[in-house]
Every structure is written in C-alpha cells, then in structure tokens.
C-alpha cells in the first residue's frame, strides 16, 4: 500500500527517476517547451519549479544548488539568465501542462510542458490588446451603457428637447388668448 506516498515513482528505481527528471529539466529549459507523456510531465513541474524560484536570486550558494541537481553548466546559464530575468516579478506558476491527446503506439496521454513567459502565442495578444485599445474616454461624467438597450443614459437625455421659460405659452401671450 501506498499510503502517504506523494512520489510519483514512473516505474523506475530513484536512481533512474531522478536522471530522467535531470533530462527532462535541462531540455525544458533549453528548448523552454517538450512533449512528453502527462505523468512525466506532471512529476517535472515539482522539479523545475523549486530550481527556477532559486534562480531568482542570483548567488553563488544558489547556481551551485541548482548545478547539483543539472549537472549541466550551459542549461544553469539560461536558467539564471533568460528565464530568471523573465520570472523575477512572477510569484510562482511558472510552467504550464497541457494535455494533447493519446500516443499512437501505446495511447499514453502525452502533454506538452512549456515556461509560461517564454510563449509567444499569449504573451502577443496580452501586449497587442494592451496596445490597440487605449481606453475610452468621454466627456461626460457617467457615460456608461445601460445594460437593457446598449444605449448610453446620457444620450436619451440629450435627445429629448429642453424645455425653457420663454419657449412655454403662458396665458398672457397672444396664442393662449386666440
């Protein structure tokens, strides 16, 4: 029984296991995205993410953690370079698992584990939604819609002609008398 075990073990020794996690986190933060199946990919995020928090500050005591669980030089260099410039104001979650459908050989879930800053994709439509659309301004102090009609209150108020003193009949004017 497995009670209170939280390792995922993958099926290999912890000799093994702790290899293949080396492997995995070097090419992840060389080529910041890899497809691997999802149960790899799940026990990598528990690896990485401790390591990149140590990449934030940059001291000899930490490059040396970090080296003792790589044992790469060129993979601790991105990782107190590009991606620790990037995760600094980050407060954690740096990588995401997405799922992406079954092997063909042997139907494992694979996944795709990527750095969260380092995609394209969504950090250009962060910035370009940023950037084409500068805010709306209006001259009048409550110009927000009304949610039955779409419509901005302040229009339905201007639309509707004033009415002044002088523009009233009153019974003294020639028209009220005829």
Known sequence: MRHGDKVNNLGRTTSHRHALLRNLAIALFTHKRIFTTLAK??????????????????????RRLAFSYLNDKEAVKELFGTIAAKVGDRPGGYTRVIKTGFRAGDAAEMAMIEMVDFNEIYTQNKN???TTE???????????????????AATKKAAAPKANKADKPTDETPEAEA
Not at 42 to 62: C, N, Q
Not at 134 to 152: D, I, L, M, V, W
Request: zero cysteines; hydrophobic letters at 25%.
């Open 41 to 62: 990919a799940k026990a990598l995020r528990g690896f990485v993410e401790p390591l990149i928090t140590k990449s934030k500050t940059d001291s000899t005591h930490s």
């Open 128 to 130: 370009a939604a940023k």
């Open 134 to 152: 500068p805010k709306k301004k209006t001259r009048r102090a409550g110009g927000s819609k009304t949610a039955a009609t779409g419509e901005k």
